[in-house]
Structures are given as C-alpha cells and as structure tokens.
C-alpha cells in the first residue's frame, strides 16, 4: 500500500472515530446510527462500509486497538507497588488515555462501555495481583482489598480527568495516581523491605 492511500485511511478512520466519540457523549453505541456517524465525520457511506461493517465492528476495533495498546504498556514494565517501574508503567498509560482522549472519554463515561472497562481490569488484576502476592505471601486478604481499593481509585480519577478535558498534562497525572497508589499499598501492607 503507498504512503498517500495509507495516509488517507488513517486519516477517514480518525475521522470515523472522532465522530464516534462525539456521538457517545450523547448515546450508547447501540443507540448511533451508521447515517448520523458518516454525516458528523462527513463522508460517505460507501467509506464507512469500506472499513467497518457496522456501528458495533467500529466500537470493537476502536476497543481492541486501545487494549492492545495497554496491555503492550503492562508487558513493557512489570509492575510492582514499590518500585519505579510503576511510575513508568503509569506514565505510559496515561500517554495512552492522553492520545486516544476523546475516545477514551466516551468509552468510560455515562454512555461508554463498562464491559471494554471491564476488561482492561481483568487484565491488570492478572498481571498485578500475582506479583503483589509474592511479595507478601502471609498478607492475600490485605492486598486484595487494597488493590480493590486502589484500583476502584484509579478509575474514578482517570474518569474525572478524562471529562475534565484532560486539563493536566499526563506526567503529572500519573505521578500523583503512582504516589496516592504507593502511598496506600505502603500503609496497607508495609513495605516489603520492612515487613
């Protein structure tokens, strides 16, 4: 494929997206029509059906390219409550949410999808929990609930920020998320140098 055709579909599908976006801060997915999001991104219909075949394959493929994107960030930095890496991993997500902000906005807010919320969660529970847990093998009940408690903490603040417009900048969001989240798995559990 050339450049200028490679440019050109990344480009109606931003477009596409966008336009997705807009609609869901009104409405559910399943409420937006094929007509109403060709007509808001401003192409034709033949183009929408060109690379997607509905409403429901353009949420899924905005999804999977979003999840994708996070779970390369958790592979790339194995995270653990008490080490730098988390402020790296932190730091890449927020990047992630930045770039994709108006996506991201409406996935996770009042007309978004829980089930797409669902299931980036799912996958940070698999790759934290477990090294949580080797570090304080006598403490599970502890770390369940605090990584509950964190992690019900996170959304709220990557809700909130998202709706604000994305006012900070995302270093320095994740920044203060990594310190209220090492601030609370230290008081809840102690640091594992400690005991």
Request: proline share 4%; net charge negative.
């Amino acid at each position: 494929m050339d450049e200028t055709k490679d440019r050109r579909i990344r480009r109606t599908r931003r477009q596409i997206r966008r336009a997705l976006a807009q609609l869901m801060q009104q409405k559910s997915a399943s409420e937006v029509t094929v007509k109403e999001l060709v007509d808001l991104a401003d192409i034709n219909r033949s183009t929408f059906y060109l690379h997607y075949s509905d409403i429901f394959d353009l949420l899924g493929a905005v999804e999977e390219e979003l999840f994708r994107e996070i779970r390369a960030a958790v592979d790339a930095h194995p995270v653990s409550a008490f080490e730098q890496e988390g402020l790296a991993f932190i730091e890449e997500v927020f990047s992630i949410l930045y770039e994709n902000r108006e996506i991201c906005a409406a996935l996770v807010g009042p007309h978004g999808d829980m089930a797409f919320l669902h299931r980036i969660e799912r996958m940070m529970a698999e790759n934290v929990l477990p090294r949580l847990q080797e570090n304080f093998p006598d403490r599970r009940s502890s770390i369940d609930y605090g990584y509950a408690f964190c992690t019900t903490g996170a959304v709220g603040l990557i809700k909130h920020w998202l709706a604000a417009g994305c006012a900070e900048p995302p270093q320095e969001m994740a920044q203060q998320t990594y310190r209220m989240i090492h601030n609370m798995m230290t008081l809840g559990l102690g640091h594992p140098d400690r005991g």
